[in-house]
């Protein structure tokens, strides 16, 4: 999987930021918590490194190894 890494605005990096927060809130409500790998590849995200589907499919294949 080739990154394309593709310029995001500052207003999009706080929103995928937000995302990201509320993702680990959320995990933490369930007494769950994001490894290392998997925050490694959401803060690609964060950014702009990877796309949305560049992420979908990170996580994906991330799931199917485990």
Same mark, same amino acid.
């Given at each position: 999987?080739?990154? +394309?890494? +593709?310029?995001i605005?500052e207003?999009?990096?706080?929103?995928?930021?937000?995302?990201?927060?509320? +993702?680990?809130?959320?995990?933490?409500?369930?007494?769950?918590?994001?490894?290392? =790998?998997?925050?490694?590849?959401?803060?690609r995200?964060?950014?702009?490194?990877?796309?949305?589907? =560049?992420?979908?499919?990170?996580?994906? =294949?991330?799931?199917e190894?485990?």
């Amino acid at each position: 999987m080739a990154a +394309t890494a +593709t310029p995001i605005s500052e207003q999009e990096r706080v929103e995928r930021e937000r995302a990201l927060a509320s +993702t680990i809130a959320n995990l933490r409500i369930e007494d769950l918590h994001l490894d290392d =790998e998997s925050k490694r590849i959401f803060q690609r995200h964060v950014d702009g490194e990877i796309g949305f589907e =560049e992420f979908r499919s990170a996580i994906d =294949e991330l799931n199917e190894r485990r």
